[in-house]
Nanobody, 132 residues
């Protein structure tokens, strides 16, 4: 069974950094693109970032405009881990962060910015709180 487990969330001051981890099991991670999403209280879920399958040399990564230049997504397929390095955090970044994927989801370009509704497998999320 496909499982995704997020970790690394916590309380951080504005301007600080956190690294989130997404541990994958039940499938060969290198064949899958992984998306990061977040949902703040009372707000809609939004896509944050995506990293394409290692198999797809032309897949690349993508970032929401709100986090571009501050967040960096990476992966370690041997460890079956995907990471989201978050720097220069702002109070607006406060949210529950999720990693997700779907069958045959190989490239971030498969769904683009509308990937959320197409994701089939979701982790339970990890809470990031940015506050002084």
């Amino acid at each position: 069974q496909v499982q995704l487990v997020e970790s690394g969330g916590g309380l951080v001051q504005p301007g600080g950094s956190l690294r989130l981890s997404c541990a994958a099991s039940g499938f060969t991670l290198d064949y899958y693109a992984i998306g990061w999403f977040r949902q703040a209280p009372g707000k809609e879920r939004e896509g944050v970032s995506c990293i394409s399958s290692t198999v797809r040399s032309d897949g690349g990564t993508r970032y929401a405009d709100s986090v571009k230049g501050r967040f960096t997504v990476s992966r370690d397929d041997a460890k079956k881990m995907v990471y989201l390095q978050m720097n220069s955090l702002k109070p607006e970044d406060t949210a529950v962060y999720y990693c997700a994927t779907a069958p045959l989801y190989y490239s971030c370009s498969d769904y683009g910015s509308e990937a959320g509704p197409n994701m089939h497998y979701w982790g339970k999320g990890t809470l990031v709180t940015v506050s002084s």
